[in-house]
T-cell receptor, first 116, second 114 residues
Framework: AQTVTQSQPEMSVQEAETVTLSCTYDTSESNYYLFWYKQPPSRQMILVIRQEAYKQQNATENRFSVNFQKAAKSFSLKISDSQLGDTAMYFCAFMGDQTGANNLFFGTGTRLTVIP | KAGVTQTPRYLIKTRGQQVTLSCSPISGHRSVSWYQQTPGQGLQFLFEYFSETQRNKGNFPGRFSGRQFSNSRSEMNVSTLELGDSALYLC?????????????FGPGTRLTVT
């Protein structure tokens, strides 16, 4: 079975600072994708960034980047130059080819607050 | 393109009743997945439909069912509602059946069971 663990229920960061959200996962699958989703107070879930497990290079999307450590099964999200609009719940998620298409396993989330 | 839409946005039902939620995917998307979000259990996968066929199902009782129409719109039905079914129900669509495509989420339907 797949498990996704986010050990930080809440975090805060000063505007313009950098923050890192942690995520670990457990799987026996060899082919999978990892995602970070953002859910602002308005509730619409938005994809922030994704990482293919077979790629060694860490994914980057503007101010968002990941540190993917496959052997350690770790997938952390770094947000640089934090903005007020980054305030949201952040979910780490896993999708594997054996567990089926479009079947995401989510962590419990980290509530991030950006302080002006 | 218009995003994923879900109707209704809010719903209040009584224990024992049944409910139907609707999801319209992004135009051209053929896969629709449903998730239940609760404070206690977090986000859990319900099922996924692709080209009118259920391809994948999560660990939920048979009271939860769904279907997909030829235009890719999807409905989910919960029969004999229980208090524990109170949740935010999210649907997500993706362009094809390939698992490497990302999912786009709708705003959700907030179901309250009294």
């Amino acid at each position: 079975a797949q498990t996704v663990t986010q050990s930080q229920p809440e975090m805060s960061v000063q505007e313009a600072e950098t923050v890192t959200l942690s995520c670990t996962y457990d799987t026996s699958e060899s082919n999978y994708y990892l995602f970070w989703y953002k859910q602002p107070p308005s509730r619409q879930m938005i994809l922030v960034i994704r990482q293919e497990a077979y790629k060694q290079q860490n994914a980057t999307e503007n101010r968002f980047s990941v540190n993917f450590q496959k052997a350690a099964k770790s997938f952390s999200l770094k947000i640089s130059d934090s903005q007020l609009g980054d305030t949201a719940m952040y979910f780490c998620a896993f999708m594997g080819d054996q567990t089926g298409a479009n079947n995401l396993f989510f962590g419990t989330g980290t509530r991030l607050t950006v302080i002006p | 393109k218009a995003g994923v839409t879900q109707t209704p946005r809010y719903l209040i039902k009584t224990r024992g009743q049944q409910v139907t939620l609707s999801c319209s995917p992004i135009s051209g998307h053929r896969s629709v997945s449903w998730y239940q979000q609760t404070p206690g259990q977090g986000l859990q996968f319900l099922f996924e439909y692709f080209s009118e066929t259920q391809r994948n199902k999560g660990n939920f009782p048979g009271r939860f069912s769904g279907r997909q129409f030829s235009n890719s719109r999807s409905e989910m039905n919960v029969s004999t509602l229980e208090l524990g079914d109170s949740a935010l129900y999210l649907c997500a669509s993706s362009p094809s059946g390939m698992w490497l495509y990302e999912q786009y989420f709708g705003p959700g339907t907030r179901l309250t069971v009294t």
